[in-house]
């Protein structure tokens, strides 16, 4: 069985986390696939956009703690195992960031712990009805530490603070009016309601959502007046694009534009 799935759709990489029997667990094999199609995505001129879903019942449970309890006895010992594991998946998540594509998580059935980091980690989200999200370690022992830095970076302190002493679960229209997902479908609506939200980003300008995803990370770690200078060198840099110049002229005569495909 192949861990992680990949199908193509109208310039759309469409990623299945495929070990049901797991809940979609992000176990070392399942990090190892994820890197590896990340690390092929982001020299990859026609792709556009991605979206990553799960198959089974769930999008994705987190660790794969029983995976995570055998390393326990790995042979440089536990401390090492531990370091290398989170180390790993730390970069899994940042790549997301890294990549030209926006990356679309499709969420359904649950999403907890590192499984609800993976969405906080994606530039968007949609999720169906019913999908419950948690960062619930702390039910076990396990504070979610590393869980923690995507989510606080997508939802109020407060209200991620919550999430994480508490290990209660949130259904899909709250994490909604928090900002975790940016809507929420009928579960029979959700393939049709990624994909569309996928195709409008991909037919886009290429180039322009690429220095955007870059720009859009880089100026809100900034002061203002320095999120201004460094963005108004970007609109420069955008501005001399061949294919803008094309999009607005297509626009002032009220015409599509003819872009590269």
């Not at 220095?211 to 840099?237: P, R």
Request: net charge negative; with cysteine.
């Amino acid at each position: 069985m192949t861990l992680l799935e990949r199908h193509d759709t109208n310039a759309v990489a469409h990623l299945t986390l495929n070990a049901p029997e797991k809940l979609n667990a992000l176990s070392d094999g399942m990090l190892a696939a994820l890197q590896e199609q990340f690390d092929t995505l982001q020299g990859d001129a026609t792709t556009r956009a991605v979206v990553i879903k799960g198959a089974g019942k769930a999008f994705c449970a987190g660790h794969d703690l029983k995976e995570m309890t055998a390393g326990r006895q790995a042979e440089d010992g536990e401390r090492a195992y531990f370091k290398d594991l989170f180390d790993r998946c730390a970069t899994m998540m940042t790549s997301i960031r890294a990549l030209p594509q926006p990356v679309i998580a499709q969420v359904h059935g649950i999403a907890t712990a590192a499984g609800c980091q993976l969405v906080a980690s994606c530039d968007m989200a949609v999720a169906a009805q019913g999908t419950k999200f948690g960062v619930n370690g702390v039910n076990i022992g396990l504070f979610c530490s590393t869980p923690m830095v995507a989510l606080t970076r997508n939802i109020p302190r407060k209200h991620a603070f919550e999430m994480l002493t508490t290990g209660q679960f949130i259904p899909a229209e709250r994490a909604e009016a928090l900002g975790l997902v940016n809507r929420v479908v009928a579960p029979d609506q959700l393939d049709e309601a990624a994909q569309d939200l996928a195709e409008t980003v991909a037919a886009k300008l290429g180039a322009a959502v690429r220095i955007g995803k870059e720009a859009f990370y880089t100026q809100v770690e900034m002061t203002l007046d320095d999120a201004y200078d460094y963005t108004g060198d970007v609109m420069v840099q955008n501005m001399l694009y061949r294919d803008t110049v094309e999009g607005i002229a297509a626009f002032l005569e009220k015409r599509p534009p003819i872009w590269p495909q």
